[in-house]
Nanobody, 121 residues
Framework: QVQLVESGGGLVQAGGSLRLSCAAS????????MGWYRQAPGKQRELVAT???????NYADSVKGRFTISRDNAKNTVYLQMNGLKPEDTAVYYC???????????????WGQGTQVTVSS
């Protein structure tokens, strides 16, 4: 069974920083794209940032210049460094991965359980 486990969320003041981690575990053959999405109360889930296995990253306009996505392929882990946090960044942050299991089953869009980020003004 494959799991994506996020950590690093919490409460921070505006202007502060947090670093989210998402570790994939279980029977995994390979992981292609990994990413972070977020969902604020009453809003749809939206893309924050993605990164390919080769390290090419993509960001939502709202976080460009403030957030940095990175990954450690050896650890099957993706990170999201969030600087200059704003109250509008408050949301549940979800990890997402496109992966192939040990049974060679490809799964597109595998989700973690989410971690809460709250930014106070």
């Amino acid at each position: 069974q494959v799991q994506l486990v996020e950590s690093g969320g919490g409460l921070v003041q505006a202007g502060g920083s947090l670093r989210l981690s998402c570790a994939a575990s279980g029977s995994i053959f390979s992981i292609n794209n990994m990413g972070w999405y977020r969902q604020a109360p009453g809003k749809q889930r939206e893309l924050v940032a993605t990164i390919t296995s080769g390290g090419t990253s993509n960001y939502a306009d709202s976080v460009k210049g403030r957030f940095t996505i990175s990954r450690d392929n050896a650890k099957n882990t993706v990170y999201l460094q969030m600087n200059g946090l704003k109250p509008e960044d408050t949301a549940v942050y979800y990890c997402n991965a496109d992966l192939t299991t040990g049974w060679r089953i490809s799964i597109v869009g595998y989700w973690g359980q989410g971690t809460q980020v709250t930014v106070s003004s």
